[in-house]
């Protein structure tokens, strides 16, 4: 007759455990997890800040400006048949795109300004926005993405309306991106809004009453059944963070996959 080691039995027992609450503390920080505190893919970080545009007045047919990578891009769309040109900071010609593809006029202090997030680079002398654009063309697509310095807040800190009411959704700062198409012109207007993060109370509530759950279930006889059962919803709860987090961004394969790897460490 075969006698079973309780030592054994009893390492068995807790290691079932401990890989149950485990999976089970990973599938709270998906579900509870406040957006902000989330990582990022791609080099795109969730933010307290959403950047929101209206439908383009009057609107453009073929024509469709939207935000992109949580507000950090602004990407414009142009199926049409005539080319769309984006003004810059100061009316002039910054972008263009159509059917011969995306251009940008190298004389645009916004083509400088719009290198970095606090548009602190070096603008050449050589740019003006009063002389006629060079165009220079950047793709042969009939979109064009840019970082734009209208659609999000630059402050180094918090706003001081922020700052004094942290826990309230506010608008920060009012957007207005003009589109010329030959004669016609065309206006998107939105706002950068902060958006308070959520409280982790819940999440650390349901993270203990589920992680008791698992903890005494794999006690039972269906202890394999629960540990199997709560590593599957691990599984699952990992994968739809990563399909939403790789639909929140443009960035490319590459980066997507590398910061993927890097956040399941």
């Known amino acids: 007759m075969n006698k079973t080691d309780p030592t054994s039995n009893r390492a068995n027992r807790t290691a079932k455990i401990f890989l149950g609450v485990f999976s089970l503390a990973t599938i709270c920080g998906f579900v509870f997890a ?26 453009l047919k073929g024509v469709r400006l939207e935000p992109v990578d949580l507000g950090a891009q602004l990407e414009l769309t142009n199926t049409g048949e005539k080319s769309v040109t984006v003004l810059g900071y100061e009316g ?15 004389l645009s202090p916004a083509t400088y300004a719009n290198r970095t997030r606090n548009a602190q680079g070096a603008i050449p002398s050589y740019a003006d926005a009063s002389k006629p654009p060079e165009w220079i063309k950047i793709s042969s697509n009939n979109w064009v993405r840019w970082h734009d310095h209208r659609a999000h807040w630059m402050g180094s800190q918090e706003p001081p309306k922020v700052r004094a009411e942290p826990g309230r959704e506010q608008v920060v700062q009012n957007i207005r991106i003009e589109l010329l198409r030959g004669k016609e012109t065309s206006i998107a207007l939105g706002a950068v809004r902060w958006v308070p ?19 005494g279930a794999s006690r039972t006889r269906r202890a394999d059944e629960v ?22 961004t443009t960035a490319n394969f590459g980066s997507k996959l590398g910061a993927s790897i890097y956040g399941l460490g």
């Open 34 to 59: 406040p957006a902000a505190s989330a990582h990022g893919v791609g080099g795109v970080q969730p933010s307290n800040y959403q950047t929101v545009l209206a439908p383009l007045s009057p609107a």
């Open 92 to 106: 002039e010609p910054y972008l263009r795109v159509g059917p011969a593809g995306a251009f940008r006029n190298r």
């Open 227 to 248: 540990v199997m059962a709560a590593l599957g919803l691990a599984a699952l709860g990992e994968t739809i963070h990563v399909v939403g987090a790789w639909n929140a």
């Open 197 to 215: 993060g959520s409280s982790i109370l819940p999440g650390l509530v349901g993270a203990l009453i589920l992680a008791a759950i698992v903890a």
